[in-house]
């Protein structure tokens, strides 16, 4: 970094800034042969556009701007793309200077001449054709100069992209020779001193190659033309390894000292003599773009501007570093040139087409500051200024954020959607399938006209959302989408709930952001089906009001099997999912929830908890009661560890698999190599077996990133599956411990976070950070003994045994009535009489337990119900039930026979007798 700037002196665009500039686009000199002997800037383009430039002393326009119109010169353009331009005295018949312009396949000498115009509009410049030359190769470079040493004259010679130099002797082709190991083209140029060629091979080294020599290689009774493929080999003059690639050739030719050859690498600057002797190389500290050499003053010392691509140019001379500054831009090309007005002025060019021309130094400064009035300063009005500012401060902090919502609420979303999906069928893999999907009719409607507004819709990953992103390029009134959702085959939701945000930018230019929450029907996901009558997963919940019909709690299902007067209804999920059933008890206030997939049952519970409540709140005229739902029996945490430890087995058998694939992968790599270096051995050998042992492994390896995709997908379901239990977990704490709304939004922010299976920490890594921090801060307490430390996981647990510690623990101090936002309160242990923590009773239960009772089943069966702050309705509620509960019994609860079973639900009836016929239906329920 520099604190100098290079000084501008006259700027311009070449073209829209869709062209293309590289270092052979640009040259200087005084092209049009004017009696000033000022230079002029050519300009060519990839484009095969010709500007010819007269910089000059920029005048104002009208509007106070800048004007370079007239500077511009010529402009032309030409049917292929511009390679290099070059100016020279390369007709025969006239000594005065031509521009030469180079084409992949052409070789153009045009005259520029200034016509003098009869009106006050000036002269006008005209482009004529001299003569030209096609080539037979491709271009890649021009050099232009004396060849021979003759005088007053200038040949060409002509680079391309085989490594074939062609030479032209003005208007007659002169002859074409092969460059030895050619294999690359690299920078070509001319040393008059020596009368020789230097350029840069694909090996990295430099090259030289006397003109003469090359003139002589030819064979006898040969006619010279420019397709020759035969000829003697050229011998090179010297070489000199660089060792590495060359950007860029420059060489200085001054009467005093002997040439100097320059070579722009990719991170040294190399100098060498005219014999291949190397006099000094510079290592860079940066990566340069370009450069250029050129003699400077009586004593002809010998400078080099060399621009990097951080925007510096710096000037050396010789090894030292004279001076370094910032450039708007990063050139591909360098001049120097006597400009009218500006003496020595450098020419840059960028490759996006930005000229200019500027110098080094800087301005002396014409402003005076004007003096500083010095003023008594009021401090008592500056306090109060003071104090008013910090007030407006305080009030933006306040409502800034609602200031700012008003003010840049340009649009408004609107979802609407029907009351019921469409079914439909589906022909995917020539299998006819019923798909049920719901249409969101999304509405926009903006204030102003907005531009780039992005809508995304975002639902869990059990369901399919198309189109899941939406762009608007422009919204001028209103717009209208239509985003279909529809259930993942085999998938098993935890919400039906999800959210449409649009995304755009304010007036104020800050990004705002709309969003809208949407809840699908429950017919999305499920269909009507005859209840089973028995099921793995049972749970039983109670309410302090009577039972309700389920076919008046679920209208929308027309087709709802019942049995008796609505007391039994199953539910499956569609693509043949797992089936939930509902059975409502006879005399008490029961429901029972069951089905074969504990994480089905959470959907179902929690809407059949909000459909009793909205129920109930219709009916409220007739009891003003508030409906309490009650969960008495032992948590299911066997069942909820079950899920989770099934899918830590998915996750440990998708590492396994990456861990196959990568060792698989490696084998692969080994058996190509071995067998390349076979191929290469000059010695034939067999290959003994490698290709079997090839294409054995290439298969395993296909079969193995089958398995992984076919997996992940299994992975996506587990976790699905893992998310809905943790819910239902959560909704049955919250129903047995009569845990509040905050605690409940806490412990459920703890035991499902919105994770992927893209993450590197799973969820039992995440529940298991997030349950310690709840049991070290938020069950914290001053003055006691501390809450026990569980070791968390670092990477992929091998089981589960430190999360259920910990989950077990934080449902045993919510069951106790500790609140988690009171950290600093503590609790009596009633079993103990002890004052404190209960932690030595939990690792003695720890170790004499092996789950099949859960922990916290014994305060469970003391007491059915756990109470902390109820209020007075609720304790009366709740005491109604459990005296409904101890007067009516378990065997007929719900008008069904039960056989005794073992295990922690014990208690649970089981159902054996259901009969699922008329007759049947009315005589049990």
Same mark, same amino acid.
């Given at each position: ?98 521009? +030469? ?13 200034? +016509? ?33 040493? !003759? ?6 010679? !002509? ?92 060489? &200085? ?9 320059? !070579? ?183 204030? *102003? ?37 529809? *259930? ?52 039983? +919940? ?134 390349? &270096?076979?191929?290469?051995?000059? &010695? ?123 989950? &077990?623990?934080? !449902? ?114």
């Amino acid at each position: 970094m520099s604190l100098f700037k290079t000084r501008g002196w006259w700027s311009t665009q070449c073209g829209n800034g869709d062209e293309e500039f590289d270092q052979g686009c640009l040259c200087v000199g005084n092209v049009d042969n004017a009696e000033d002997g000022f230079a002029k800037i050519v300009v060519g383009s990839y484009s095969g556009v010709l500007r010819i430039f007269a910089p000059q002393e920029p005048a104002m326009d009208d509007n106070g701007g800048q004007s370079d119109a007239d500077s511009l010169l010529l402009e032309a353009q030409f049917s292929a793309p511009i390679l290099q331009v070059e100016i020279g005295r390369f007709v025969s018949s006239s000594g005065n200077l031509h521009l +030469i312009v180079l084409h992949p396949r052409r070789l153009s000498v045009y005259n520029v001449s200034a +016509i003098s115009g009869n009106v006050e509009l000036g002269n006008h410049y005209h482009l004529g054709l001299m003569f030209e030359h096609k080539l037979q190769r491709s271009a890649f470079r021009l050099v232009t100069g004396p060849f021979g040493k !003759v005088e007053g004259r200038d040949f060409m010679c !002509v680079l391309s992209v085989d490594g074939t130099v062609s030479i032209f002797e003005q208007e007659s082709f002169a002859f074409s020779r092969f460059l030895p190991g050619a294999l690359l083209p690299g920078p070509l140029a001319y040393v008059g001193h020596t009368d020789s060629f230097v350029t840069v091979s694909s090996s990295f080294l430099l090259e030289s190659y006397k003109y003469q020599v090359l003139a002589v290689a030819s064979e006898v009774d040969k006619n010279e033309g420019q397709n020759v493929k035969t000829g003697k080999k050229v011998l090179m003059d010297w070489s000199y390894n660089l060792g590495e690639a060359a950007l860029d050739l420059a060489v &200085t030719n001054c009467r005093c000292n002997p040439p100097l050859i320059y !070579v722009l690498g990719e991170r040294h600057l190399f100098c060498l003599k005219d014999n291949g002797a190397l006099k000094f190389v510079k290592k860079l500290e940066y990566s340069p773009s370009c450069f250029y050499g050129y003699i400077h003053g009586v004593e002809s010392t010998v400078f080099l501007l060399v621009a990097n691509h951080s925007g510096l140019l710096m000037v050396y001379q010789g090894v030292c570093l004279k001076w370094a500054s910032q450039v708007d831009f990063v050139p591909v090309a360098i001049q120097r040139a006597n400009l009218r007005g500006l003496q020595g002025g450098m020419v840059l060019l960028s490759d996006d087409g930005r000229l200019s021309c500027s110098y080094l130094g800087t301005n002396p400064s014409v402003f005076t500051p004007p003096a500083i009035e010095s003023r008594e300063i009021n401090y008592k009005e500056t306090d109060k200024e003071l104090a008013e500012l910090y007030k407006v401060i305080q009030a933006s902090q306040k409502s800034g954020t609602s200031a700012m919502k008003q003010s840049d609420a340009l649009l408004s979303a609107a979802v609407t959607m029907p009351k019921e999906p469409v079914n439909y069928v589906n022909n995917d893999n020539g299998e006819q399938q019923t798909t049920t999907s719901i249409a969101l009719n999304v509405q926009l409607r903006v204030v *102003l006209p907005l531009e780039k507004v992005q809508m995304t819709c975002h639902f869990e990953k059990s369901f399919r959302v198309s189109p899941a992103v939406v762009h608007f390029p422009t919204i001028s009134d209103t717009v209208q989408t239509r985003v279909i959702v529809q *259930l993942e085959e085999g998938y098993v939701p935890s919400s039906l709930c999800g959210s449409i945000a649009v995304l755009y930018t304010g007036a104020s230019g800050s990004p705002c952001l709309v969003r809208s929450t949407v809840c699908c029907p429950l017919s999305l996901v499920l269909k009507c089906c005859l209840p089973q009558k028995d099921a793995d997963f049972k749970i039983t +919940i109670g309410c302090t009001k009577p039972t309700v019909k389920l076919d008046e709690l679920f209208p929308e299902f027309a087709d709802l099997t019942v049995k008796g007067s609505g007391q039994a209804a199953g539910f499956q999920f569609h693509y043949g999912g797992p089936i939930v059933t509902i059975l409502v008890a006879k005399t008490s206030h029961r429901y029972r929830l069951q089905s074969d997939c504990f994480g089905a049952i959470n959907l179902l519970a929690d809407d059949l908890r909000s459909r009793l409540q909205l129920y109930y709140s219709k009916n409220s005229q007739l009891d003003d009661e508030e409906l309490v739902c009650i969960y008495s029996n032992p948590l299911p945490f066997p069942e909820f560890f079950s899920v989770v430890n099934s899918h830590l087995k998915e996750r440990h058998r998708s590492l396994a698999l990456e861990k196959r694939l990568a060792q698989l992968t490696a084998q692969f790599r080994a058996i190509q190599k071995r067998l390349l &270096t076979k191929f290469k051995d000059k &010695t034939t050998c067999p290959i003994a077996n490698f290709n079997i042992l090839l294409e054995s492994t290439y298969r395993q390896i296909t079969e193995t990133s089958q398995s992984i995709e076919s997996h992940t997908k299994q992975l996506d379901r587990s976790l699905c599956e893992l998310n809905s239990s943790a819910l239902f977990l959560c909704l049955l704490i919250k129903l047995y411990a009569n845990v509040k709304p905050d605690e409940y939004d806490l412990l459920k922010a703890a035991l499902c976070p919105p994770l992927q299976e893209e993450t590197e920490q799973g969820w039992e890594e995440v529940v298991t950070n997030n349950v310690s921090h709840l049991l070290e801060v938020a069950f914290s307490r001053q003055g006691q003994e501390a809450t026990p430390r569980f070791e968390q996981p670092n990477g992929l647990p091998e089981n589960t045994e430190t999360l259920k510690k910990c989950i &077990t623990t934080v !449902v045993e101090r919510l069951s106790k009535g500790i609140l988690l936002e009171e950290a600093d309160e503590t609790f009596d242990d009633e079993e103990s009489g002890n004052v404190g923590t209960s932690t030595n009773k939990f690792e003695g239960k720890v170790q004499n337990s092996d789950f099949g009772v859960p922990l916290g089943s014994a305060f469970g069966k003391k007491k059915a119900v756990r109470f902390s702050d109820s209020s007075k309705e609720n304790e009366a509620g709740r005491k109604k039930l459990l005296k409904i509960e101890s007067s009516e019994g378990d065997d007929r609860v719900f008008g069904m026979e039960s056989t005794k079973s073992e295990g922690p639900n014990d208690h649970i009836p089981e159902i054996d007798t259901i009969a699922y016929d008329t007759q049947s239906l009315q005589g049990e329920f």
